[in-house]
């Protein structure tokens, strides 16, 4: 219930209207002769939410649904257009290099997809994960840092001797260890996990999910679980936004949003995943798919594909609120239609 | 599948497959048998490396050199493939069997229209004209439900989006009305709603067409999905083979076991998952005996030593000591 209740305590992280537009327009000559006009896409338009400490809030939706693009905003690594991120209540202004911003920059860290592209090749695994310690000056010296590396690799289920190896030498789950041991070296309150298992076969998907859950239990991390299987996200999650065309449509407790989805869209995506235990049931396929985000439908995005829609969702854009112990933007429910 | 028994339409047969290297050869596929018959779907899963997508290849012809098929046999209705001279497998594969790789974008040539490639594949393997070709290019992508496909057919596979690709692949792989269809992880680069429409797809071919197919895939609700059989692989072997129901909720092999509980369940809530220890061998260090002894949690001596062969196991069949042993 960490959007609704619990006023006890002020949530870790703060996500108010974030939005991101990207600058997609033709190159300045083909403007001018062929007479078009600057294009944006937005990315993410509008998207708030809470993260309480502790606590984990799952990000779904399909691809292009600006999942990873909400991940990069509140990490840093794209400027947002619009909107803040509040972290222990502190603005998070990472364009800004100040002593506060390196300080909060040190208690947020980044878990990617790739853990084949996101590890530098010509570095030894000490290096890699030394290099946060280095960057922060949280060690005094090469004793202290080797210490804390060991401990590091000790925590994810590698050893301590494979900090002379290079990152060729590992399978894709030891090097999404190797990534999250990184991420853990500043002792940060809160990882941003961008698929972090979508590239790895099952089996080893299972460890990588059972570290990071224990590592939550014994750190007390936040996490920002940003996936597109269902599955796994009902495993982890405490919390699940469900994203459409850069808003975010649905927000409830992971029980309450698997059990019973209000939205047509989170139903639509309950319904299409090919599930182990009810294999043989009849499924109605899916209608269609997301739209090109240069030109989203007016009104509600998701009215082309919706079969409750009607001519308030053509034309006016449902407004995000809370409803019954959770949030939803979606006029059929707040009409009380479906 | 309410099919007489028949011939299966497709047979493999204690299938190696091996890679020469410096210090001797690799098996990256060991024995591997098995058959499908006209109309059902048979699943092939395991992890990374298992093999199943070698598999695939192999049945194609299109195994890259310096890797080559070192035993074993495979037929399609009862003819050889195995060793057909390249002109000759070119033409049986497109005509009888269709391949339907993971990329779509990488199995099409962005330089042509869709409709070129279709009408190109349908007039080399069908005695028909270009006007003919173009009709049933137009047919096709509407079977596989492309909308308005007589405007699309004149675009670029860039104007299309992954899943509208994937159909399009999946309209050349069946140009020809194959007979097999070998499909390599079709639906892993798509989102979960255009993966529920491709499977459902392949279903109907299979029961309208009465096509075999092959379906290559790390996802076991895919299979669960859309599957009649399902083989695990592991290491280059079939350790489990049966019935997917079977397989899915009484797994004999203990590898099967570890596969099926480390996947998250919609439906029910567990702390964790099941973990298998350890990871797939590589080629060049394949344990002894059984390949899966070291990550076993029922290992016994004879494990160590002795390979066991598919044997029984109820309703499917398994390559493990503890069913010899009547010990499960």
Partial sequence: MTQVDHKTQPPLVEVRDLAKLFDVSSPWLNRVVERQPRRYVHAVDGVSFDIEAGRTLALVGESGCGKSTVARLLVGLHAPTRGQVLFDGQRADWHERSARTRALRRRMQMIFQDPYASLNPRWRVREIVAEPLREHGLVRDRGELDANVDDLLRAVGLSALDARRYPHQFSGGQRQRISIARALATRPAFLVCDEPTSALDVSVQAQVLNLMKDLQRERGLSYLFISHNLAVVRHVSDDVGVMYLGRLVELAPKARLFASPRHPYTRMLLDAIPDLHMSGRPRTPVQGEVPNPLQPPSGCAFHPRCPHANARCRSERPAWQSLQGIKIACHAVEEGRI | ?328
Wanted: proline share 8%; aromatic share 4%.
């Fill in chain 2, 1 to 328: 599948m309410t099919l007489p028994p028949q011939v299966p339409l497709l047979e493999v047969e204690r299938l190696r497959v091996e890679f020469p290297t410096r210090r001797g050869a690799l098996l990256a596929l060991d024995e591997v048998s098995f058959s499908i018959a006209a109309g059902e779907i048979l699943g092939v899963v395991g992890e990374s490396g298992a093999g199943k997508s070698l598999t695939g290849a192999a049945i194609i012809g299109l195994i890259e050199p310096p890797g080559r098929i070192a035993g074993g046999e495979i037929r399609l209705e009862g003819r050889r493939i195995d060793k057909l001279p390249p002109a000759e497998m070119r033409r049986v594969r497109g005509r009888q069997i269709g391949a339907i790789f993971q990329d779509p974008l990488t199995s099409l040539n962005p330089l042509y229209t869709v409709g070129h490639q279709l009408v190109q594949t349908i007039r080399t393997h069908l005695p028909l004209s270009p006007s003919q070709a173009r009709e049933r290019a137009i047919d096709l992508l509407r079977q596989t439900g492309i909308p308005a496909p007589e405007a699309r057919i004149d675009q670029y596979p860039h104007q299309f989006s992954g899943g509208m690709r994937q159909r399009v692949v999946i309209a050349l792989a069946l140009a020809a009305e194959p007979r097999l269809i070998v499909a390599d992880e079709p639906t892993t680069a798509l989102d979960v709603s255009i993966q529920a429409q491709i499977i459902f797809l392949l279903k109907r071919l299979a029961r309208e067409h009465h096509a075999a197919v092959m379906l290559v895939t790390h996802d076991m609700g895919v299979i669960a999905e859309a599957c009649d059989r399902v083989a695990v692989m592991y290491a280059g072997r079939i350790v489990e083979i049966g019935p997917v129901q079977q397989v899915i909720h009484q797994p004999a092999h203990p590898y099967t076991r570890g596969l099926m509980g480390s996947i998250p369940a919609m439906d029910e809530d567990r702390e964790r998952l099941t973990q298998i220890d350890g990871t797939m061998p590589r080629l060049n260090a394949i344990p002894s005996g059984c390949a899966f002894h070291p990550r076993c949690a029922c290992v016994m001596p004879r494990c160590r030593q002795e390979r066991p062969e598919l044997m029984d196991a109820g309703a499917t069949r398994a390559a493990c000591w503890l069913l010899a042993e009547g010990a499960v």
